[in-house]
Nanobody, 125 residues
Protein backbone atom coordinates (compact mmCIF):
# COMPACT_ATOMS: atom_id res chain seq x y z
CA UNK A 1 0.00 0.00 0.00
CA UNK A 2 1.32 3.40 -0.97
CA UNK A 3 0.00 6.79 0.10
CA UNK A 4 0.67 10.06 -1.67
CA UNK A 5 -0.36 13.22 0.17
CA UNK A 6 -0.68 16.49 -1.69
CA UNK A 7 -2.43 19.84 -1.59
CA UNK A 8 -0.33 21.65 0.96
CA UNK A 9 1.02 25.13 0.47
CA UNK A 10 0.64 28.64 1.79
CA UNK A 11 -2.74 29.97 2.86
CA UNK A 12 -3.87 33.00 4.79
CA UNK A 13 -5.49 32.72 8.18
CA UNK A 14 -9.23 32.33 7.82
CA UNK A 15 -8.87 30.65 4.46
CA UNK A 16 -9.59 27.11 3.28
CA UNK A 17 -7.61 24.33 1.71
CA UNK A 18 -8.16 20.71 0.80
CA UNK A 19 -5.54 18.03 1.20
CA UNK A 20 -5.60 14.84 -0.82
CA UNK A 21 -4.25 11.39 -0.10
CA UNK A 22 -4.07 9.14 -3.14
CA UNK A 23 -3.97 5.46 -2.23
CA UNK A 24 -2.60 2.64 -4.34
CA UNK A 25 -2.31 -1.05 -3.66
CA UNK A 26 -5.58 -1.39 -1.76
CA UNK A 27 -9.03 0.08 -2.02
CA UNK A 28 -9.83 2.71 0.60
CA UNK A 29 -13.06 0.84 1.28
CA UNK A 30 -10.90 -1.77 3.03
CA UNK A 31 -8.67 0.65 4.90
CA UNK A 32 -9.18 2.91 7.87
CA UNK A 33 -7.62 6.22 6.90
CA UNK A 34 -6.25 8.94 9.11
CA UNK A 35 -4.68 12.37 8.92
CA UNK A 36 -1.98 13.44 11.34
CA UNK A 37 0.14 16.53 11.55
CA UNK A 38 3.46 17.53 12.99
CA UNK A 39 4.35 21.13 13.65
CA UNK A 40 8.00 22.22 13.87
CA UNK A 41 9.50 21.03 17.13
CA UNK A 42 6.28 19.27 18.12
CA UNK A 43 5.15 15.70 18.32
CA UNK A 44 2.85 14.24 15.75
CA UNK A 45 -0.82 14.86 16.49
CA UNK A 46 -3.95 13.12 15.36
CA UNK A 47 -6.24 15.22 13.18
CA UNK A 48 -9.01 13.07 11.72
CA UNK A 49 -9.88 9.52 10.71
CA UNK A 50 -12.48 7.69 8.70
CA UNK A 51 -13.22 4.04 9.40
CA UNK A 52 -12.98 1.53 6.57
CA UNK A 53 -16.77 1.22 6.61
CA UNK A 54 -17.04 4.93 5.99
CA UNK A 55 -19.59 5.12 8.76
CA UNK A 56 -17.41 6.47 11.56
CA UNK A 57 -15.52 9.73 11.56
CA UNK A 58 -13.18 10.89 14.29
CA UNK A 59 -11.75 14.36 14.87
CA UNK A 60 -9.28 15.90 17.25
CA UNK A 61 -10.99 18.05 19.84
CA UNK A 62 -8.89 21.10 19.03
CA UNK A 63 -10.32 21.31 15.51
CA UNK A 64 -13.61 22.74 16.78
CA UNK A 65 -15.44 21.50 13.70
CA UNK A 66 -13.23 23.33 11.20
CA UNK A 67 -11.96 20.26 9.32
CA UNK A 68 -13.77 17.44 7.55
CA UNK A 69 -12.45 14.10 6.35
CA UNK A 70 -14.03 12.28 3.44
CA UNK A 71 -13.19 9.74 0.79
CA UNK A 72 -13.96 8.96 -2.83
CA UNK A 73 -13.90 5.21 -3.36
CA UNK A 74 -13.97 5.52 -7.14
CA UNK A 75 -10.86 7.70 -7.06
CA UNK A 76 -9.32 5.77 -4.17
CA UNK A 77 -8.57 9.08 -2.50
CA UNK A 78 -9.10 10.51 0.95
CA UNK A 79 -9.56 14.23 1.55
CA UNK A 80 -9.13 16.64 4.40
CA UNK A 81 -11.12 19.83 3.93
CA UNK A 82 -9.77 22.55 6.17
CA UNK A 83 -11.72 25.75 6.83
CA UNK A 84 -11.23 28.81 9.02
CA UNK A 85 -7.58 28.04 9.15
CA UNK A 86 -5.35 29.37 11.88
CA UNK A 87 -1.63 29.95 12.19
CA UNK A 88 -1.54 27.04 14.63
CA UNK A 89 -2.55 24.73 11.77
CA UNK A 90 0.90 25.19 10.24
CA UNK A 91 2.47 21.73 10.07
CA UNK A 92 3.42 18.86 7.85
CA UNK A 93 0.31 16.78 7.27
CA UNK A 94 0.54 13.04 6.87
CA UNK A 95 -2.03 10.56 5.73
CA UNK A 96 -1.95 7.07 7.13
CA UNK A 97 -3.80 3.81 6.62
CA UNK A 98 -4.41 0.69 8.61
CA UNK A 99 -5.85 -2.70 7.75
CA UNK A 100 -9.42 -3.55 8.69
CA UNK A 101 -8.39 -6.06 11.36
CA UNK A 102 -6.21 -3.62 13.26
CA UNK A 103 -7.41 -2.86 16.78
CA UNK A 104 -6.98 0.24 18.86
CA UNK A 105 -8.14 3.82 18.72
CA UNK A 106 -8.17 5.39 15.28
CA UNK A 107 -6.49 8.42 16.85
CA UNK A 108 -3.43 6.38 17.80
CA UNK A 109 -0.78 6.74 15.14
CA UNK A 110 0.95 3.58 16.37
CA UNK A 111 -2.03 1.55 15.14
CA UNK A 112 -1.48 2.52 11.50
CA UNK A 113 0.34 0.29 9.06
CA UNK A 114 1.16 2.65 6.21
CA UNK A 115 2.23 6.29 5.98
CA UNK A 116 2.56 8.81 3.22
CA UNK A 117 5.44 11.23 2.86
CA UNK A 118 3.63 14.31 4.17
CA UNK A 119 2.61 17.60 2.63
CA UNK A 120 3.64 20.90 4.14
CA UNK A 121 1.12 23.54 5.03
CA UNK A 122 1.83 27.08 6.18
CA UNK A 123 -0.89 29.40 7.44
CA UNK A 124 0.10 33.03 7.50
CA UNK A 125 -1.47 35.30 10.08
Amino acid sequence: VQLQASGGGLVQAGGSLRLLCAVSGRTVSRLTMGWFRQAPGQERDFVAAIAWTGGSLDYADFLKGRFAISRDIAKNTVYLQMNSMEAEDTAVYFCAARETGRLGSRSNGMSYDYWGQGTELTVSS
